[in-house]
């Protein structure tokens, strides 16, 4: 920043102010003069005294991650970037991003255009995600359970489930964690016992274990969507076990393609298999031939129909020695908890 002081001018030998000598004189009260009005409108000559107004320009054209950095520098920005993150919030139309785990504590982000960011995230060391919805994922880790914002860290930790090991499961919530209505639905299927249901209702500090009939020909499931009061679970084929929480009631199905008949119902949503396979994502991310990678879906939002992105097992090829990592297509969205945000009423 640069700063002028003014001074009394050196006179010519007849006592005269010459024209250079004026020229710079007005510069000189010209920059006081813009001093003063900065300091009139609360203007400090730091970064941190920008307009509300032209920082409110720069955030409307800054991206997310540039925004949680912005967010970061000082009061008034942290102010500005909070209302564009506010914005952000309450939007549920965002196209998922990719987040890769299974590394330690060391993450990578990739927004819709491919772009990586690289981050470290402890609450994902050893943990696996289960479920992902309007940026909210639900995290299991050796029995502990969380829901957790990677964009803002905020976590919410719920009851402790009632098994310590998941194999092949599928589970969704119906509506974020902070509402009152979240409702948490957990199916596992074991070799030996068969199938499994579990639920948590928002303000529960114990999971609720519902009686199942016996499935037939049900496959690995494949993912979970909550709609008009009924949890769907689906299988990697053709099979649909509906969970009612208005009856506490299980019933399986079986999906039929491209049946237009008036007599049979149709889901208030349409699966995307392969996501992550049919976007070739594995060359997209750099990943090699060596990587196997565990998946999570998501739900995303549109004005219609629901779209569920499916779970996914991509595996190594058969050559190579397998890297084993895990991923999860998350919204971005910014959720910031006030300090005794909690699980329980």
Known sequence: MLCYKLREPSCASNGKVTASQLSILRVEESSMTSSKKRKE?????????LPADLLSLIVDRLGLIELLSFHGVCKAWRAAASRALSKIEASANHKPWFLIYGENSQCHLYNESGRRYTTSIP??????CIASHQGWILVFKGGSMFFYCPFSHAKIDIPTFPLSVL???AAAFSSPPTTLECIVAVMHRDIMSGFSLYVLQRGANAWAKCELIQF??????????????NFYFFDKINKLITFSVKDKTCVQHTLLKNENSTTIK???????????VRRNMKKKLGLGEDVSISICGTVVQNDSTDIIICNEEVESAEEFESCYLKGVWIQPRFFHLSPNQSWSF
């Open 41 to 49: 409108s609360g203007m400090t000559g730091h970064w941190s005294g």
């Open 123 to 128: 609450e994902l060391d050893g943990a696996t």
């Open 167 to 169: 194999s092949n499961h």
């Open 216 to 229: 037939y020909n049900v496959r690995e499931l494949g993912g979970a969507i909550y709609g008009n009061q």
């Open 266 to 276: 149709h889901l208030p949503y349409v699966r995307s298999k392969s996501h992550f």
